[in-house]
T-cell receptor
Framework: AQRVTQPEKLLSVFKGAPVELKCNYSYSGSPELFWYVQYSRQRLQLLLRHISRESIKGFTADLNKGETSFHLKKPFAQEEDSAMYYC????????????FGRGTSLIVHP | DSGVTQTPKHLITATGQRVTLRCSPR?????VYWYQQSLDQGLQFLIQYYNGEERAKGNILERFSAQQFPDLHSELNLSSLELGDSALYFC????????????FGPGTRLTVL
């Protein structure tokens, strides 16, 4: 069974500090991994996906198949980064059932 | 608004009742997904439709059913409601059936009393 684990419910940092939101997954195959973000009073929206290998709003995430992780990182947090972050997994071998983690609430203090 | 729309925004009903939640996908999107978000379970995938056909099924109860109509809007029917069905129900859409990028709606908050 596929599973996504976000071990931290809440992550609190100060502006300018580095941020790492952890995501570990379990999947027997080649997964597709995503990070979604939900800002206050806004819809859940895609932040980035591992196949794009892009940096969005200063965030990056590298898929580590050995450690089965897809941690989200940003070197210098900004107050506007405060939001709920969800890691998600989708199978790539015919079954596209998406699995979301429980989410991590990031609070960036001024 | 060409984004995903969901109606109603809020729904309060009693145990044993039946409700229908509606979702209109983003213009051009063919696939619709339904999710349930509760405090204790997080975001749970329920079911996916692509161009009118059921594509994938997740942890959807037998009391729940869904369909996608020819105009691509979708409805999620919840029957014999229980207190534990109280949750936020999200709809998302994408152009392809692959879960590469989903666009989420604002959600419908269901409260079962």
């Amino acid at each position: 069974a596929q599973r996504v684990t976000q071990p931290e419910k809440l992550l609190s940092v100060f502006k300018g500090a580095p941020v790492e939101l952890k995501c570990n997954y379990s999947y027997s195959g080649s997964p597709e991994l995503f990070w979604y973000v939900q800002y206050s009073r806004q819809r859940l929206q895609l932040l980035l996906r591992h196949i794009s290998r892009e940096s969005i709003k200063g965030f990056t995430a590298d898929l580590n198949k050995g450690e089965t992780s897809f941690h989200l990182k940003k070197p210098f947090a900004q107050e506007e980064d405060s939001a709920m972050y969800y890691c998600a997994l989708s199978g790539s071998g015919g079954s596209y059932i998406p699995t979301f983690g429980r989410g991590t609430s990031l609070i960036v203090h001024p | 608004d060409s984004g995903v729309t969901q109606t109603p925004k809020h729904l309060i009903t009693a145990t044993g009742q039946r409700v229908t939640l509606r979702c209109s996908p983003r213009s051009g999107d063919l696939s619709v997904y339904w999710y349930q978000q509760s405090l204790d379970q997080g975001l749970q995938f329920l079911i996916q439709y692509y161009n009118g056909e059921e594509r994938a099924k997740g942890n959807i109860l037998e009391r729940f059913s869904a369909q996608q109509f020819p105009d691509l809007h979708s409805e999620l029917n919840l029957s014999s409601l229980e207190l534990g069905d109280s949750a936020l129900y999200f709809c998302a859409s994408s152009f392809t059936p692959r879960v590469n990028e989903q666009f989420f709606g604002p959600g419908t908050r269901l409260t079962v009393l």
